[in-house]
């Protein structure tokens, strides 16, 4: 087995989907300073990223959208990424660390594991929340490793997993596809001869949804409570359905980071890993 | 000395450039700028541009937009429902 | 009370390493009682206990030392790693053994303070010794993190380590040539930070230790900063200045840090950044 084969296999036997490598070097391209791998490791030469799974095939099928809000991630890619690090250091004596990825300033990553997935071949953006769609599995999450070991790269994929075949026709005969059609309030874009053309996304607004019970929820409530003088109105306020969820969630957030799926629910692209019995 | 407060009149004067020039509003392929390079461009400090970015982020939009969230994810899943899964019973009022 | 089996120490001990620790020791629970403040012995969290199993591990691996970014160890600690570990061998001295055994929760009691002291068990168990920065280190692999389970199971205990990893050699020259260590020169209390001390023919004779500036730094984001910035916004009759409170920087990473609490529980390294003794014996790449 190559050195690439080893590592891989280690993180797909600790519960990865798929895993990828990237080089530090291709990351100058695009990435401004500070966010880079070498910013965080240096002498960092590669980026071995690891995909797992979101909610299962069942999850995706229940028709309260609460069930997903608080059990859509699943974390296996962070442990596919320990198992890496671990190998890498234990057995070929390389520094590796996992990436960052938690943001630190408001909604700022030091690095991006979306990038990092799409330069280690693992998927390409797509007109969703430029989710990056993985072409066989579509909506996968992804985790990241940075070591001084030097492996070969994987090449960015040459074709993109988005328009789907079934969303480019769409597009031909009504001007849409699934995912514009089901969230114009943070979608729009534009398909021409079978790729994207344009493609914008409201980060902001997709945050009210995607994370409707979390860390913005609870500051958005707090002021509210704060700047509210009657304490009656208060009272009514502190233990609402909403800033009581929003408190529970701050909990569990780890397990409930994502809480919108309508975009990706609709989406073509991996359906057939989500039709069993 | 207290935990940074920024001002509000530098955070008004500012927000919306900052948000402009972000990954707030993204366009594909064309990543947003950080906050040291939003800094260079508007002539702040960068320890300033973060915090009218993580203020910004926030005061986006009001809670208004939350409870709208919460409907549309209502709705949005038992429409799929009620189509994906034949089940007309499910389908919204 | 029948005794526990020939050779379950030693299974035990190979069930904690094969479930991830890299060290496991056994310490008397008695001995806590010379040590330990009442209501945070062993035998109050179990009545009848004998013995206290401590697992430690998970420490930070050579990368993320090497790293220059602070958010790495910061936001990816690997703390809850070794916690599971504990959980399990609390589980399997049950089952197996059918002992009682206790999870040593690894949050506090009240304020600042554990249900049991996780470094005292440390270095009962025979694991590691306090260092002048304060955490315990162990001989072999430095710093690392700890679980630990009480149990009435009568295990035959390790004893206490009697050479201790600190000072470690270059330390004790530093010392020699400039009066000062590693550890102390980063983080000197005499400066603004939270450490003094003295060595005396290459042992520590003098230590000091500000518990509450440390707490500003290693829980930079936490609770505590989190129950300063609502009390500021609360008294800001401002409320356009109480908006830049709750939506700022500092806040909204102090709740990134509570709601991901496991992995950003420990935020700031650097007194063990630079010490020798802390990063283990092994030579990376």
């Given amino acids: ?277 | 000395m207290t935990v940074f407060k920024l001002d509000p009149e530098v955070y008004k004067r500012y927000k919306d450039e900052v948000l402009k020039l972000c990954n707030s509003f993204q366009k594909i392929d064309q990543p947003g700028l950080s906050d040291k390079q939003i800094a260079e461009r508007l002539g702040l400090d960068e320890r300033t541009v973060t915090e009218i970015r993580c203020v910004a982020e926030r005061d986006c939009y009001s809670l208004d937009e939350w409870e709208k969230a919460i409907e549309f994810k209502r709705r949005a899943t038992l429409e799929w429902s009620a189509l994906a899964l034949k089940r007309p019973d499910l389908k919204p009022e | 009370m029948a005794d526990v089996p020939s050779g379950a120490a030693k299974q035990l001990k190979s069930v904690a390493l094969k479930s991830g620790a890299t060290v496991c020791g056994i310490a008397d629970a008695a001995a806590f009682d010379a040590h330990a403040p009442a209501k945070h012995r062993p035998g109050d969290l179990l009545p009848g206990a004998r013995s206290v199993v401590v697992v430690g591990g998970a420490q930070p691996r050579e990368g993320d030392w090497a790293a220059t970014s602070p958010w790495v160890m910061q936001t990816m600690g690997t703390t809850e790693r070794i916690q599971g570990v504990g959980r399990r061998l609390a589980q399997y001295i049950e089952s197996e053994l059918g002992y009682y055994a206790l999870y040593v929760p690894p949050g506090t009691a009240s304020g600042e303070t554990p249900f049991l002291s996780l470094m005292l068990a440390a270095q009962l168990a025979g694991l590691g010794s306090r260092s002048l920065a304060g955490p315990v280190l162990n001989r072999d692999h430095g710093f690392m993190y700890w679980s630990a389970v009480i149990t009435t199971a009568p295990f035959e205990p390790d004893s206490a380590e009697t050479t201790p990893a600190c000072p470690a050699s270059p330390c004790r020259e530093m010392w020699d040539r400039e009066g000062t260590t590693p550890c102390l020169r980063t983080c000197p209390s005499s400066d603004g930070g939270c450490l003094a001390g003295k060595l005396e023919n290459g042992r520590a004779v003098q230590t000091f230790y500000d518990a509450a500036r440390c707490h500003t730094r290693v829980h930079t984001h936490w609770v505590g900063g989190f129950q300063k910035v609502l009390e500021e916004s609360l008294n800001e009759p401002d409320r356009e200045k109480r908006k830049m409170l709750l939506y700022g920087d500092f806040f909204t990473r102090s709740l990134w840090a509570i709601t991901y609490s496991s992995t950003n529980i420990a935020q700031c390294f650097e007194c063990m950044r630079v010490c020798p003794a802390a990063h283990g014996l092994k030579e990376m790449k």
């Fill in chain 1, 1 to 277: 087995m190559t050195r690439e084969e080893q590592v891989k296999a280690v993180g797909l036997k600790a519960g990865a989907r798929v895993v990828g490598i990237a080089a530090v070097e291709a990351f100058r391209e695009k990435v401004p300073d500070g966010y880079r791998p070498d910013d965080i490791l240096p002498g960092a030469r590669s980026v071995v990223v690891a995909g797992g799974d979101g909610p299962t095939a069942g999850a995706w099928r229940c028709p309260d959208h609460r069930v997903m809000e608080i059990t859509g991630y699943d974390l296996r890619e962070n442990v596919a990424v320990h198992a890496m690090c671990d190998f890498i250091e234990g057995t070929l004596s390389h520094k590796a660390l996992q990436a960052p990825s938690l943001p630190v300033h408001g909604h700022e990553p030091p690095m991006s594991m979306m990038h990092a997935a799409e330069l280690a071949g693992l998927g390409t953006r797509s007109l969703a929340a430029h989710i990056i769609l993985n072409p066989e599995y579509g909506l996968l999450y992804y985790a990241a490793l940075i070591t001084t070991l030097p492996l070969e790269p994987d090449a960015p994929l040459a074709e993109p997993a988005c328009p789907h075949p079934g969303c480019a026709a769409m597009y031909r005969r009504i001007g849409t596809t699934p995912c514009l059609r089901v969230c114009p309030a943070c979608l729009a874009g534009t398909v021409q001869d079978r790729r994207i053309q344009t493609s914008t996304y409201d980060r902001e607004k997709c945050h009210s949804r995607a994370q409707t019970y979390g860390i913005g929820s609870f500051q958005k409530g707090l002021l509210q409570i704060v700047n509210e003088d009657d304490p009656a109105r208060r009272r009514t306020m502190i233990y609402s359905d909403f800033f009581t969820k929003s408190i529970q969630s701050l909990g569990f957030f780890r397990d409930s980071i994502a809480q919108c799926f309508e975009c990706m629910r609709v989406c073509p692209v991996g359906r057939k890993y989500r039709k069993l019995q």
